[in-house]
């Protein structure tokens, strides 16, 4: 070969050459989904556990995985935590990228096996929603989803109807998961609807308590993931 036309090849090369070795091209990611649970004063222990368990075995549910499983060129990507007052968000699950059966047995294991620790019992959605956003601003996929995961209204810390429309929101939508109807004072389905679900295809899933979380979070991830959301504009 010419010494002209090596220089070509090998400039046209450099940009996949790496550490003495071609460079991974990173698999596209199709949707970034951070998770938020609630685990304020108002969830007690036997609620906490039917929370994370929940989660556990909707991302195990047959149809939830052939979803999460669907196109292997463009996978998911899943992060979990747990939220109560502003002071306390805990990481209980990393960023994984779902590429087959055995990484959703890890997140469902590491779910179970989670022991609930003391934290400030109010309930801070917006700083909930602060936390996600930073989670989510980071990842390169085609869409970034933040569920919010709640029992009752927000009664500390930043109001959720203003967080959700600072500038780090842009291009992220948030969903919600209400557990029960609220109370007297509060239709829990209406305060998120108005108050602290935004962006395209938003929506709210209801679970009528805390035994039925699995199968409402197992309804909200086939929504999310079969891209067939409808846009909630009231």
């Given at each position: 070969m010419r010494p002209r036309r090596l220089g070509l090849l090998l400039a046209l090369l450099?940009?996949?050459?790496?550490?003495?070795?071609?460079?991974?091209?990173?698999?596209?990611?199709?949707?970034?989904?951070?998770?938020?649970?609630?685990?304020?004063?108002?969830?007690?222990e036997g609620e906490?556990?039917?929370?994370?368990?929940?989660?556990?075995?909707?991302?195990?549910?047959?149809?939830?995985?052939?979803?999460?499983?669907?196109?292997?060129?463009?996978?998911?990507?899943?992060?979990?935590?747990e939220w109560s007052g502003p002071s306390h968000q805990r990481l209980l699950q990393d960023w994984a990228t779902?590429?087959?059966?055995?990484?959703?047995?890890?997140?469902?294991?590491r779910l179970r096996s989670t022991a609930r620790i003391k934290a400030d019992p109010s309930t801070g959605i917006g700083a909930a929603m602060i936390?996600?956003?930073?989670?989510?601003?980071?990842?390169?996929?085609?869409?970034?989803?933040?569920?919010?995961?709640?029992?009752?209204?927000?009664?500390?810390?930043?109001?959720?109807q203003d967080v959700r429309y600072l500038?780090?929101?842009?291009g992220i939508t948030v969903n919600g998961l209400v557990i029960g109807a609220g109370d007297a004072d509060t239709d829990l389905v209406a305060y998120y609807k108005e108050l602290?679900?935004?962006?395209?295809?938003?929506?709210?899933?209801?679970a009528a308590d805390f035994r039925d979380y699995e199968d409402a979070m197992a309804r909200k991830l086939l929504r999310e993931l079969s891209g067939i959301v409808v846009s909630d504009l009231h």
């Open positions: 450099a940009p996949l050459w790496a550490d003495g070795g071609f460079a991974q091209v990173e698999t596209p990611c199709r949707q970034a989904l951070a998770l938020g649970l609630d685990v304020s004063g108002s969830v007690d906490y556990r039917l929370q994370l368990d929940g989660l556990a075995a909707a991302l195990e549910q047959g149809e939830v995985l052939r979803a999460l499983l669907s196109q292997p060129d463009r996978p998911i990507q899943i992060a979990v935590y779902i590429t087959d059966r055995t990484v959703v047995a890890s997140i469902a294991n936390y996600g956003q930073r989670l989510l601003s980071g990842r390169k996929c085609e869409t970034r989803t933040l569920d919010i995961s709640g029992d009752g209204p927000a009664n500390t810390g930043p109001r959720p500038s780090g929101f842009d602290v679900i935004h962006g395209f295809g938003r929506f709210v899933e209801q």
